[in-house]
């Protein structure tokens, strides 16, 4: 079945830097769009970015556009997501979801808090 | 891209119906049909009940139903039970490869 794995949250100072991984099984990755989400501690959903499924577009939100990057390797099965210039308001949970407009799947997200 | 309203709360009894609305732009929810719900248990991540503005996905319960109008969308919940007690997120693609949630809803099964 299929499977998303986050990893590499954890707590860096204002201004630092962190890179997000998610291991994907049981579905073709190559040919998935893929999407990072966040969370906030008690607040919303917010999406943060896309990679198409091709691998040849990548979209942010504003909130982020030239900070972070999403990527994939392909035969790592894995997705991106580098961090950089982190602020406070950076902290959240971060997910990586397979689709936001069809069924899909999410895995169960990394905290990334950014305190100093 | 500003998140889509949604009210805070919402509450009905078990057995009884509740619908949350999703209000967006002409850019979002009125422009596509790519509305999505999310129902969210605390700690949890995220699991869509609702796609398309009135697809379910299997597994399911039929006791939700999705709808929109205009730069509106609804969720309806029927025969509210104690486990659909949870914070729900609409979802809307917004053009341009740029997605939306909604502010979020919190239901409270009395």
């Known amino acids: 079945q299929v499977q998303l794995v986050e990893s590499g949250g954890g707590v860096v100072q204002p201004g630092g830097s962190l890179r997000l991984s998610c291991a994907v099984s049981?579905?073709?990755?190559?040919?998935?769009?893929m999407h990072w989400v966040r969370q906030a501690p008690g607040k919303g959903l917010e999406w943060v970015a896309f990679?198409?499924?091709?691998?040849?577009?990548?979209f942010y939100a504003d909130s982020v556009k030239g900070r972070f990057t999403i990527s994939r390797d392909i035969s790592k099965n894995t997705l991106y997501l580098q961090m950089n210039s982190l602020r406070a308001e950076d902290t959240a949970v971060y997910y990586c979801?397979?689709?936001?407009?069809?069924?899909?799947?999410w895995g169960q997200g990394t905290l990334v808090t950014v305190s100093s | 891209q500003s998140a889509l309203t949604q009210p805070p709360s919402a509450s009905g009894s078990p057995g009884q119906s509740v619908t949350i609305s999703c209000t967006g732009t002409?850019?979002?929810?009125?422009?596509?049909?790519?509305v999505s719900w999310y129902q969210q248990h605390p700690g949890k991540a995220p699991k869509v009940m609702i796609y398309?503005?009135?697809k379910r996905p299997s597994g399911v319960p039929d006791r939700f139903s999705g709808s929109k109008s205009g730069n509106t969308a609804s969720l309806t919940l029927s025969g509210l039970q104690a486990e659909d007690e949870a914070d729900y997120y609409c979802?809307?693609?917004?053009?341009?490869?740029?997605?939306?949630f909604g502010t979020g809803t919190k239901v409270t099964v009395l």
């Open positions: 979801a397979t689709s936001l407009e069809k069924p899909g799947d």
């Open positions: 049981g579905f073709t990755f190559s040919r998935s769009g």
């Open positions: 990679l198409r499924y091709d691998g040849s577009n990548v």
């Open positions: 002409s850019s979002d929810v009125g422009g596509y049909n790519y």
């Open positions: 398309e503005v009135s």
């Open positions: 979802s809307s693609y917004g053009g341009s490869n740029n997605y939306v």
